[in-house]
Each structure stands twice: as C-alpha cells, then as structure tokens.
C-alpha cells in the first residue's frame, strides 16, 4: 500500500533569488532584510549608512553582499527561511 503524499507545509511568497540579488545590489540600505521580514537587521544597515553620512555605507554594502550570496548558497535555516520561519521558495 502506497503511502499518501505529504504536503510540505507553507512555502513563504518571497524567493530566496530575489532576496539575494537585492542585498547584493542594495544590502547597504537592507532593502533584502526588510523584504525576507527582519526589519531590526534592514533598519540597522540603512541607519549605518545614513547617520555616518555615507562614510560607513562601505561596510554596510559589505555586510549586504555576503547576506546576499549566504541567500543564494547557503542551505542553513536563517538562509532559507523567512521572518516568520517560513521556507523561501525557489
């Protein structure tokens, strides 16, 4: 007798692609932080870049670029998971 099919659980509606390729091009404002639904994370990195005046965006867009690609390569859960724990899709 077959076992029946399992569903996965819910799937969040954000991709873990888009949420890569925004901290690679916007991590230094967290926009990809803000996305995936850890605004404490996006509102530290924007508040970096803007109270320094710029100086420290740098190490902010440092900081977005490795979230980034941690985003599109890393198989651990604070990777491939959303906000609320759910799994990013694609």
């Known amino acids: 007798m077959a076992q029946p099919e399992q569903s996965p659980g819910p799937v969040s509606q954000k991709s873990r692609v888009v949420t890569g390729v925004l901290g690679i091009l916007l991590g230094a404002l967290g926009i990809h932080n803000f996305y995936v639904g850890r605004p404490k994370i996006g509102v530290a990195q924007l508040l970096i870049s803007i109270v320094s005046l710029g100086m420290l965006s740098p190490l902010s867009g ?21 906000g609320q724990g759910y799994p990013l899709a694609g």
């Open 62 to 82: 440092l900081w977005g670029l490795i979230e980034g690609i941690m985003y599109l390569v890393s198989k651990e859960p604070r990777w491939t998971t959303d």
